[in-house]
Structure formats: C-alpha cells, structure tokens
C-alpha cells in the first residue's frame, strides 16, 4: 500500500506511522527523520538543513527530492511505503506525483490526521520536554504551524481534488486514533 500522512506538526504522523509500517509491512519514511540523520551525519547536506530546520523553516524542495527519489529506490519500497512529512508544498506535492508516476506507483491514499491548533501546541511543548529536538522551542514552533498553514494545508486540497483524501480525526488516545485509521484504510472505507 502507499499511503501518504497529511497533518500539522504535533498532529501524531511520525508515532501512528511507526505502528502503521507493522500493521502494513511497508516502510516508514520520514522526511524529518532522514533530514535529522543526515544533520547527525555531520553530511554536506546536514550541514545546509541544520540552520534552516531549527527555525522551523522548509529545506528546499531540491534537496528534499534528491533526498526522496533516493528512498523511494531502494528495495524495500517494492510493496508499498508509508511516507510521513512529505509533500509539504504544492510543488513538492506536483514533484512527488510525477516522480511515482514515473517509476509506475502512484499514490494510493493520503490520510490527514486532524487535530485543533491548541492542542498541537500542546503537544509539541510535551514532546518538547520529553525529547529536546532543536525545533521544539517556542519560537520555531510558531514558525513550524505557521509554515504548516500557508504552504502545508493547500497539499491537503490537491489531494482532495485527485480523489485521494481521507480525513481521520486524530484527537484521543494513541490506540483509538490507530483503530480509527485502520478503518479509513479498509476497502470498504468511504475515500472522499
Ligand atoms: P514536524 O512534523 O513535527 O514539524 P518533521 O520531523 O516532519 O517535524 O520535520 C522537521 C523539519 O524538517 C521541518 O520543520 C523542516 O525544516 C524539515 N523538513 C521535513 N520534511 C520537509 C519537507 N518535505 N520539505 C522541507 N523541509 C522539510
């Protein structure tokens, strides 16, 4: 299956995706996550995100498609991924169905987890707390939801209008939000 996670920072993608890729037996692939090893590689391309991923601010689309197609090619991606963080512009979302389309497996699903804004932050300061990344502070993470309004939310649409989106509400306890997903992505679930 390939499947895509729509949601705000703070929304849950990157814990429900872990426990999707054992239900689904199909990679996590996380943007964030690939950006923060390369950043913890101490790479040439870390070393250009570090600074601009701090201020909660988008790594440029160039480095991010280099970054994807180079995922996307590896073996493992054979039976489906479960891509977490990515689109998050219209370009990168005309980017990323042009290059599935390319190597033949478009787009099955996209999934926005939906969460009110309070509680994003909320959450975010909580994880602040639990696992000090460099982005959670106040300041970036304003700029993060921000970001996430002005070029993330459109994406949303896009994948509206292609027949792809389902919307799952993703307020409750981990379980109940997992179950709740579970479902959208049964094939008797309502796609719309
Ligand atoms: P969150 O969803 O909590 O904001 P992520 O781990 O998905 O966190 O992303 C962390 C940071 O990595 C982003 O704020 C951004 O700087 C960078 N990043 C991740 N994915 C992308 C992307 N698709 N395009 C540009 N920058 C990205």
């Not at 379980?175 to 479902?183: K, S």
């Amino acid at each position: 299956m390939r499947l895509v996670l729509l949601g705000a920072p703070g929304s849950g993608k990157g814990t429900q995706a872990a426990r999707l890729k054992e239900h689904l037996q199909v990679p996590h692939i996380s943007t964030g996550d690939l950006l923060r090893a390369e950043v913890a590689a101490g790479s040439k391309l870390g070393l250009e995100a570090k600074e601009v991923m701090a201020r909660g601010e988008l790594v440029s689309d160039a480095i991010l498609l280099g970054m994807l197609e180079d995922r996307l090619s590896r073996p493992d991606t054979a039976n489906g991924f479960i891509l977490d963080g990515y689109p998050r512009n219209l370009a990168q979302a005309d980017a990323l169905d042009a290059l599935l389309k390319r190597i033949g497996q478009p787009m099955e699903y996209a999934v926005q987890l939906e969460v009110p804004t309070e509680l994003l932050v909320e959450r975010i300061a909580g994880r602040a707390a639990a696992e000090g990344r460099a982005d959670d502070n106040p300041e970036s993470v304003r700029k993060r939801l921000e970001v996430y309004d002005s070029q993330t939310a459109p994406v949303i649409e896009f994948y509206r209008q292609h027949g792809q989106l389902t919307v799952v509400d993703g307020v409750g306890a981990l379980d109940e939000v997992f179950h709740r997903l579970v479902e959208a992505l049964s094939p008797t679930a309502d796609v719309g």
